[in-house]
């Protein structure tokens, strides 16, 4: 079961993440990077799926620069947006940082991120030293193809996404040729997540399976 640790950026802050460690020989580390929600509790449930599968998974509390153990409903969409846009992407990569370096301890290191944080994700594999990221439905990709992904790159998309229309995965997709772009039929945003109303068992599982099997691809 994920618990807390604390984890010390460069600049110095201190933040708690959560921890899942695998029960035999890790098959590398993972970054879980968390939704505009915080570390809640679906966001520890993933990093025991992929403890269960094999990962050490830390997921860093990036919400502790603005307050201790701060989460929000899933029916607060609004107010995670706001917390969201009071974060300072300088001390979120630094903080996330300090989530992969924790992570080395397993190997190498790659990351996965939800919604917000999937787009982080993809920031990582061009910021970070990830040997590969994993992208779930993440809004904004389209605005940073100027970022040049260091690692192999693979996206999961739902093609019933109110928030990420398919011209912006398109975008995505001719800006990253060699990503490899995952859109699941008949789903929206959040379809990994069964605590939102948009949550698609079978595509949760498909895209674990690929994920997992990706991860352990580049990581090995």
Same mark, same amino acid.
């Given at each position: 079961?994920?618990?807390?640790? +604390?984890?010390?950026?460069?600049? @110095?802050?201190?933040?708690?993440?959560?921890? $899942?460690?695998?029960? @035999? %020989?890790?098959?590398?580390?993972?970054? /879980?990077?968390? !939704?505009?929600?915080?570390?809640?509790? *679906?966001?520890?449930? =993933?990093?025991?799926?992929?403890?269960?599968?094999?990962?050490?998974? /830390?997921?860093?509390?990036?919400?502790?620069?603005?307050?201790?153990? =701060?989460?929000?409903?899933?029916?607060?969409?609004?107010?995670?947006?706001?917390?969201?846009?009071?974060?300072?992407?300088?001390?979120?990569?630094?903080?996330?940082?300090? @989530?992969? +370096? *924790? #992570? %080395?301890?397993?190997?190498? /290191?790659?990351? =996965?991120?939800?919604?917000?944080?999937?787009?982080?994700?993809?920031?990582? #594999?061009? !910021?970070?030293?990830? #040997?590969?990221?994993?992208?779930?439905?993440? @809004?904004?990709?389209?605005?940073?193809?100027?970022?040049?992904? #260091?690692?192999? /790159?693979?996206?999961?998309?739902?093609?019933?996404?109110?928030?990420?229309?398919?011209?912006?995965? !398109?975008?995505?997709?001719?800006?990253?040729?060699?990503?490899?772009?995952?859109?699941?039929?008949?789903?929206?945003?959040?379809?990994?997540?069964?605590?939102?109303?948009?949550?698609?068992?079978?595509?949760?599982?498909?895209?674990?399976?690929? %994920?997992?099997?990706?991860?352990?691809?580049?990581? $090995?």
């Amino acid at each position: 079961m994920a618990h807390d640790i +604390e984890l010390t950026a460069a600049d @110095g802050h201190r933040l708690s993440a959560a921890i $899942a460690p695998p029960a @035999g %020989t890790p098959a590398g580390g993972l970054l /879980v990077i968390q !939704e505009i929600f915080g570390v809640n509790s *679906h966001i520890r449930d =993933v990093c025991d799926q992929f403890a269960e599968a094999g990962f050490l998974a /830390v997921a860093p509390a990036v919400f502790d620069r603005l307050g201790d153990d =701060v989460t929000v409903d899933y029916s607060e969409i609004d107010r995670g947006r706001k917390l969201i846009g009071r974060l300072d992407p300088r001390q979120t990569i630094l903080d996330l940082a300090a @989530g992969v +370096e *924790h #992570a %080395t301890r397993a190997g190498k /290191v790659g990351v =996965v991120g939800f919604c917000w944080g999937g787009a982080q994700a993809y920031r990582c #594999a061009a !910021e970070l030293p990830v #040997a590969a990221a994993v992208g779930y439905y993440g @809004g904004g990709i389209h605005n940073m193809t100027d970022l040049s992904p #260091a690692c192999p /790159v693979m996206l999961h998309y739902g093609d019933r996404d109110a928030h990420i229309p398919m011209e912006q995965v !398109e975008q995505v997709r001719r800006a990253n040729p060699e990503a490899v772009v995952h859109v699941y039929q008949g789903v929206g945003h959040g379809f990994n997540c069964d605590q939102r109303d948009d949550y698609d068992p079978e595509a949760a599982c498909l895209a674990f399976s690929r %994920t997992t099997d990706f991860l352990k691809r580049h990581l $090995a």
